[in-house]
Protein backbone atom coordinates (compact mmCIF):
# COMPACT_ATOMS: atom_id res chain seq x y z
CA UNK A 1 0.00 0.00 0.00
CA UNK A 2 1.06 3.76 -0.59
CA UNK A 3 0.16 6.12 1.70
CA UNK A 4 0.49 9.99 0.52
CA UNK A 5 0.80 12.44 3.00
CA UNK A 6 0.84 16.54 2.31
CA UNK A 7 0.76 19.05 4.66
CA UNK A 8 -2.56 21.63 6.02
CA UNK A 9 -0.50 23.58 7.92
CA UNK A 10 0.87 26.63 6.07
CA UNK A 11 4.40 27.01 7.31
CA UNK A 12 4.89 23.25 7.07
CA UNK A 13 3.84 23.79 3.58
CA UNK A 14 6.98 26.17 3.48
CA UNK A 15 9.79 23.22 3.55
CA UNK A 16 7.57 19.92 3.00
CA UNK A 17 6.15 18.79 -0.29
CA UNK A 18 4.82 15.42 0.75
CA UNK A 19 5.49 12.28 2.69
CA UNK A 20 4.93 8.87 1.12
CA UNK A 21 4.77 5.79 3.30
CA UNK A 22 4.82 2.40 1.87
CA UNK A 23 3.23 -0.33 3.55
CA UNK A 24 3.43 -4.16 3.32
CA UNK A 25 0.09 -5.63 2.66
CA UNK A 26 0.17 -8.55 4.89
CA UNK A 27 1.60 -7.03 8.33
CA UNK A 28 0.49 -3.16 7.59
CA UNK A 29 4.38 -2.49 8.71
CA UNK A 30 6.27 0.72 6.95
CA UNK A 31 9.06 -0.22 5.00
CA UNK A 32 9.96 3.24 3.56
CA UNK A 33 9.02 6.13 3.96
CA UNK A 34 9.79 9.22 1.51
CA UNK A 35 10.35 12.64 2.65
CA UNK A 36 10.13 15.31 -0.46
CA UNK A 37 10.81 19.32 0.67
CA UNK A 38 9.37 22.18 -1.98
CA UNK A 39 13.26 22.61 -2.43
CA UNK A 40 13.39 19.41 -4.11
CA UNK A 41 15.72 17.43 -1.69
CA UNK A 42 14.72 14.39 -0.64
CA UNK A 43 15.08 11.72 2.08
CA UNK A 44 14.41 7.81 2.09
CA UNK A 45 14.51 5.74 4.83
CA UNK A 46 13.87 1.68 4.67
CA UNK A 47 13.86 -0.06 7.54
CA UNK A 48 14.99 -3.65 7.71
CA UNK A 49 14.94 -6.35 10.36
CA UNK A 50 12.15 -5.23 12.06
CA UNK A 51 10.80 -6.69 15.28
CA UNK A 52 7.96 -6.10 17.06
CA UNK A 53 7.21 -6.04 20.83
CA UNK A 54 10.63 -7.60 21.43
CA UNK A 55 11.41 -7.53 25.66
CA UNK A 56 13.84 -4.92 26.47
CA UNK A 57 15.24 -4.84 29.92
CA UNK A 58 14.68 -1.34 32.21
CA UNK A 59 18.77 -1.46 32.55
CA UNK A 60 19.08 -0.44 28.68
CA UNK A 61 17.82 3.00 29.70
CA UNK A 62 19.23 5.52 31.64
CA UNK A 63 17.80 8.13 33.64
CA UNK A 64 20.00 11.11 33.60
Excluded: G, W
Excluded at 32 to 56: C, F, G, H, P, W
Amino acid sequence: YLLEMTPVNDQLKLIMKRMKLYIEKKSFQVHTAEMEEVSADKTLIKYSNRQLNIEISDNEFVVK
